[in-house]
Every structure is written in C-alpha cells, then in structure tokens.
C-alpha cells in the first residue's frame, strides 16, 4: 500500500507561483508515472502534468510553458512548479502514483488564484 502526502497549496493572487511536492510512503518499487490532475468545479478531472521513470513528460495544453512537473531519483516524490497563475487554475490538485497494475491518489490541495 502506498500513502501519497501533498503540500504546498493555498491562494495566490493572478501572477504569483506556487510550488506543489507529494510524497510517497510506503513500497514505491516499480513506480513508473507519477504526476498531478486537477478537477473545478463542475469540470472533467483532467491530467495536469505527469513524469514517467525514465522522465519523459507530459502537460496540459494549459499549462505548457507555466508549470513544470519533476520526480525525484528514488521516484516517490514529485513536485509541480506552478508560476503565472492564472484564476482558471483554481481547482483541487491531486497527485497521483502509478506502479504495477495500481494507482494511488492523494487527498488533494486547494489551489486559489485570486487577487
């Protein structure tokens, strides 16, 4: 079983950064994607970001070029570097872990982007 533990959430005014990290406990062997996903109010949740094992990555059209997702070598860890928030990335993050066959998510973060 696999515990995924987020931080760094909170408001922020449009402009501003904000830095997301989650970590893993328990067995993380064979981890392959980890990333965050994100779901508003009344919206599809949607894959925010995400890095493999062999950190190839992937980003919403969103996001590109404002946000940016890294593992950590022992691949429990991961981080999301938000800057230029925009008052539509307000939502719930979540973080998610992939190993094997099961995915684990973590309990979520508000994000607030608002002056």
């Known amino acids: 079983q696999v515990q995924l533990v987020e931080s760094g959430g909170g408001l922020v005014q449009p402009g501003g950064s904000l830095r997301l990290s989650c970590a893993g406990s328990?067995?993380?062997?064979?981890?392959?994607?980890m990333g965050w996903y994100r779901q508003a109010p009344g919206k599809q949740r949607e894959l925010v970001a995400g890095?493999?094992?062999?950190?190839?990555?992937n980003y919403a059209d969103s996001v590109k070029g404002r946000f940016t997702v890294s593992r950590e070598s022992a691949q429990n860890t991961v981080h999301l570097q938000m800057n230029s928030l925009k008052p539509e990335d307000t939502a719930i993050y979540y973080c998610?872990?992939?190993?094997?066959?099961?995915?684990?998510w973590g309990q979520g973060t508000q994000i607030t982007v608002s002056s």
């Open positions: 328990g067995s993380t062997f064979g981890v392959y994607y």
């Open positions: 998610y872990l992939r190993r094997f066959s099961e995915e684990y």
């Open positions: 890095v493999t094992n062999t950190d190839n990555t």
